[in-house]
């Protein structure tokens, strides 16, 4: 059974950091792109960042590109997403997705972020 | 960006009868290898999201076929024959042909 689930997230003041992690089983996590996506409080879904297989290509939105690193560690089956320099707007829940050629088949459970003073 | 449009933004539905959400994209999704990335998701309260339809009509394994989606270019449609209590919640159209990727506002199904 494929399994996300992610964890690091919490409260965070303004300009503080955090660092996500997302444990993969269930599959051969090193054969697939990954994504994280969020949801703020009561509204849609926004991409964030993706990253393939072996760490060669990344890619961020706009909103985080320079505040946000993404990376994997497949001899762990995890992804990681650390957050620098956070924003109240960075408040969400953030699901860590699974790639492919049915990209989005499966998310975690998510995990909130909160940046507050 | 592509800019992705969903109307309905709010849908009551008797159940057993249709529901249609419609979803429009600022440009074209047909990306460069001929494919149309052009997904369908469903959210219930408190749940991560669940992946209906792919690549514009295609149904992941699992989902009812009540579930249709159609369309091409930059018009597409969500279909549900006959309206079940569980299909209540909000519906998202998402692109994936361009990044960033991008996701409709969403579409809140509701039971009249």
């Known amino acids: 059974e494929v399994q996300l689930v992610e964890s690091g997230g919490g409260l965070v003041q303004p300009g503080g950091s955090l660092r996500l992690s997302c444990a993969a089983s269930g599959f051969t996590f090193s054969s697939y792109w990954m994504h994280w996506v969020r949801q703020a409080p009561g509204k849609g879904l926004v991409w964030v960042s993706r990253?393939?297989?072996?760490?060669?290509?990344?890619s961020y939105a706009d909103s985080v590109k320079g505040r946000f690193t993404i990376s994997r560690d497949n001899a762990k089956n995890t992804l990681y997403l650390q957050m620098n320099s956070l924003r109240a707007e960075d408040t969400a829940v953030y699901y860590c997705?699974?790639?492919?050629?049915?990209?989005?088949?499966?998310w975690g459970q998510g995990t909130l972020v909160t940046v507050s003073s | 960006d592509i800019v992705m449009t969903q109307t309905p933004l709010s849908s009551p539905v008797t159940l057993g009868q249709p529901a249609s959400i419609s979803c429009r994209s600022s440009q074209s999704l047909v990306h460069s290898d001929g494919n149309t990335y052009l997904s369908w998701l469903h959210q219930r309260p408190g749940q991560p999201p669940r992946l209906l339809i792919y690549r514009i009509s295609a149904r992941v394994s699992g989902v009812p076929d009540r579930f249709s989606g159609s369309g091409a270019g930059t018009d597409f449609t969500l279909k549900i024959s006959r309206v079940e209590p569980e299909d209540v919640g909000v519906y998202y159209c998402?692109?994936?042909?361009?990044?960033?990727?991008?996701f409709g506002q969403g579409t809140k199904l509701e039971i009249k």
């Open positions: 990253i393939n297989t072996n760490e060669g290509i990344t």
């Open positions: 998402m692109q994936t042909t361009k990044f960033p990727f991008t």
């Open positions: 997705v699974r790639g492919g050629e049915q990209l989005g088949d499966y």
